[in-house]
């Protein structure tokens, strides 16, 4: 069975970093592309960015809106997805999704999702 | 960039009817190697999205053939037939061009 399962949100400061995780299995980790998105409370969901797998050397795209503040890694050897963000603002606050898929923008399997609340 | 107009908003039905979703993109969604990534999901009040349909029409693994895909280019339906309870939630479309989705359609039981 796969699970995806977050951790790591929680209450920051603008302007503070914040690392989220996402511990995978039931599934060959290195074989699938992984996914973070996030969603505010009432909104649609926003793809934030993907890491490739293995056979396409885990490189990375990321939306725009989030390029340059947020990082995406994996660490295959303990099934481990994370997405470090910085720079964090109130617009940030949503709760955040890691995912993978079956193809393209076809997103399987989720997790139950974090809570990132970016607040003073 | 890619926008994705869903409509309606909202609708609601009764149960055992049919409702249709409309999604359209502001560009053509086929990718250079001639598939089209559109995707479907349902999320349920308090859930996380769940995928229906991919690649336009293809139903995800243990979807009821109650939901339907179809469309190309730029414009894309979700049917769903004989509504049941459990269907109610807000209907996301997905498009792997620029990784967008929808801004929801959200379904009622009347």
């Known amino acids: 069975e796969v699970k995806l399962l977050e951790s790591g949100g929680g209450l920051v400061q603008p302007g503070g970093s914040m690392r989220l995780s996402c511990a995978a299995s039931?599934?060959?980790?290195?074989?699938?592309?992984m996914y973070w998105i996030r969603q505010p409370a009432g909104k649609a969901p926003e793809w934030l960015g993907f890491?490739?797998?293995?056979?396409?050397?885990?490189?990375?795209e990321y939306n725009p809106s989030v390029k340059g503040r947020f990082t995406i890694s994996r660490d295959n050897t303990q099934n481990m997805l994370y997405l470090q963000m910085n720079t964090l603002r109130a617009e940030d606050t949503a709760t955040y999704y890691c995912?993978?898929?079956?193809?393209?923008?076809?997103?399987?399997?989720w997790g139950q999702g974090t809570l990132v609340t970016v607040s003073s | 960039d890619v926008v994705m107009t869903q409509t309606p908003v909202s609708l609601s039905v009764s149960l055992g009817g049919q409702v249709s979703i409309s999604c359209r993109s502001s560009?053509?969604?086929?990718?250079?190697?001639?598939?089209?990534?559109l995707s479907w999901y349902l999320q349920k009040p308090g859930q996380s999205p769940q995928l229906l349909i991919y690649?336009?029409?293809n139903r995800f693994s243990g979807i009821s053939d109650r939901f339907s895909g179809s469309g190309s280019g730029t414009d894309f339906t979700l049917k769903i037939s004989r509504v049941e309870p459990d269907d109610l939630g807000v209907y996301y479309c997905?498009?792997?061009?620029?990784?967008?989705f929808g801004s929801g359609t959200k379904l009622e039981i009347k």
């Open positions: 560009q053509s969604l086929v990718h250079n190697n001639g598939n089209t990534y």
């Open positions: 690649k336009v029409s």
């Open positions: 997905g498009q792997g061009t620029q990784l967008t």
């Open positions: 890491i490739r797998n293995k056979a396409n050397g885990y490189t990375t």
């Open positions: 995912a993978t898929g079956i193809t393209i923008a076809a997103m399987a399997y």
């Open positions: 039931g599934f060959t980790f290195t074989d699938f592309y």
